[in-house]
Structures are given as C-alpha cells and as structure tokens.
C-alpha cells in the first residue's frame, strides 16, 4: 500500500469518528504524550503549502483537546488543531476501535472513545 492510499485510508478513518473523543498515544524518541481530542473536523495541509513552504504535509485534526503536562496536570492542547505529520506515514493496523501510524518522526496509536 502506498502512502498516499495511507493517507487517505487514516482520513476516512478520522472523518467517521467526527464529533467523539478520539485518545492519541504518542510516542517521539523518549516521550509519550497522550491527547483526548474532541474531532470536529479534518483538514489536510500539502507539502507544496503557498503560504509557509517550510511546513510538512500533515493531516490537521481540528476540534478541543486535553494533554498532561509534565506536573500531571491536565491542560488544553494550544490551538484548536493536532498535526499528524504525513511524510513516511504508514499505517500498521487499523479497525474499528484504533489505528496504529508510524512516521519518519513518531509512532501512534489512535483510539475511538
């Protein structure tokens, strides 16, 4: 499977869970992060971006979301966007109840809740 069919399989994917909480497991070198994200919608960004070329292509996540900080105190994800980095996704399982991604930079498993 390509990464473009993966791309556009995980944004199928997020597009049926719009409007509940999905929990995003992220694992980047040592550190995990852990996001409760109400979806309202999902956006693509391209790599060919006019406005900031220096930005990778994403899928943009756009709704409320909640994370721990470091003190274990639970507080908003800044913005009203997540970025999944798209360049190298792949995904390595996918159903019902989760997908597992990998990308060049991070792994993640994404939970319907």
Do not use: C
Not at 12 to 40: A, C, M, P
Not at 52 to 79: F, H, I, K, M, W
Not at 83 to 107: F, K, P, Q, S
């Amino acid at each position: 499977m390509t990464e473009q069919n993966d791309i556009k399989q995980l944004q199928e994917w997020l597009n049926r869970y719009t409007g509940t909480t999905l929990v995003i497991e992220k694992q980047e070198l040592d550190d995990t992060d852990i996001i409760h994200f109400v979806l309202s919608d999902v956006d693509e960004r391209s790599q060919d971006n006019e406005i900031d070329d220096y930005l990778e292509s994403a899928l943009l996540l756009r709704g409320e979301g909640r994370t721990q900080n470091a003190e274990g105190e639970s507080v908003p994800v800044p913005g009203d966007t997540y970025e999944i980095i798209t360049n190298d996704l792949r995904i390595d399982e996918i159903n019902d109840e989760h997908v597992h991604l990998t990308t060049e930079r991070a792994t993640y498993k994404v939970s319907a809740k």
